[in-house]
């Protein structure tokens, strides 16, 4: 009965992830993205991270994302991070985007979006000096 069974694939949730991404559903996307390699036997790639990354960190859920990312069994790449950066600023975690910024420096440094996201979060929280200090790097840069 079950001959031509549904076998979902790395593409397959990568699509799935996405749709979870873009209707903020968590519990669903973290159901999926678990049940990728612990049922469906499909390994999760960078992409399908990011995505998860993303969902977390839009919903304002950073400490959950940081969580996530420490037990990522790849090692996160510069756009995981950034993507948790943004989200940061979003969220207005002055904490969380310093900590998130030097992840990205320290992957990507000669990548300017970085400081001026930085410099955003500063902003947004009034830090009006540490605001001028990434100004004065970016320019040294
Ligand atoms: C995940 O797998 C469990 C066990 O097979 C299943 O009950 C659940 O519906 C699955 N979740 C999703 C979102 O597919």
Known sequence: MLRNEYRPDKVTFLAVLIGCVH????????????????????????????CVVDLLSHAGELDKTIEFIGEMLRRPDAIVWRALLGASKVHENVRMAEHTNKKVMDLDPRNCGNYVLLSNAYVADERWNDAMKISEMMREV
């Open 23 to 50: 209707s903020g559903s968590i519990k669903e996307g973290l159901e999926h993205f678990n049940n990728m390699s612990g049922v469906h036997g499909v390994e999760p790639e960078m992409m399908h991270y990011g």
